[in-house]
Nanobody, 123 residues
Framework: QVQLVESGGGLVETGESLTLSCAAS????????MSWYRQAPGQQRELVAE???????TYADSVKGRFIIYRDNAKRSVYLRMSSLKPEDTAVYYC?????????????????WGQGTRVTVSQ
């Protein structure tokens, strides 16, 4: 239905910046929310930032003031601008989309995940 492809990961040093990108393709749906999650080795996947329709954004406390999530609806894309990176930001970052489609009388919804992009921050 909906496919997500992330890009932009890599190896950076502490204090540097990186921007992740995620593009949606496939079925034409309403992208109600697009989010970034991350999973560090041995840790559970956690929500990093979320962008909902209407411009509402939320961030994990650990990234507030350093990360910015923004969308380009025309490109069906979401981005994560990460600044002042720390070693503890090292993880695989996943894009997620919550979407809806179908007629008003029979609405449908779903969720999609990208394959992940690895971010490594060295000391």
């Amino acid at each position: 239905q909906v496919q997500l492809v992330e890009s932009g990961g890599g190896l950076v040093e502490t204090g540097e910046s990186l921007t992740l990108s995620c593009a949606a393709s496939g079925r034409r749906v309403s992208l109600d929310a697009m989010s970034w999650y991350r999973q560090a080795p041995g840790q559970q996947r956690e929500l990093v930032a979320e962008s909902r329709s209407g411009g509402i954004t939320t961030y994990a406390d650990s990234v507030k003031g350093r990360f910015i999530i923004y969308r380009d609806n025309a490109k069906r894309s979401v981005y994560l601008r990460m600044s002042s990176l720390k070693p503890e930001d090292t993880a695989v970052y996943y894009c997620n989309a919550l979407f809806s489609y179908g007629p008003i009388e029979d609405p449908r919804s779903g969720s999609a995940w990208g394959q992940g992009t690895r971010v490594t921050v060295s000391q």
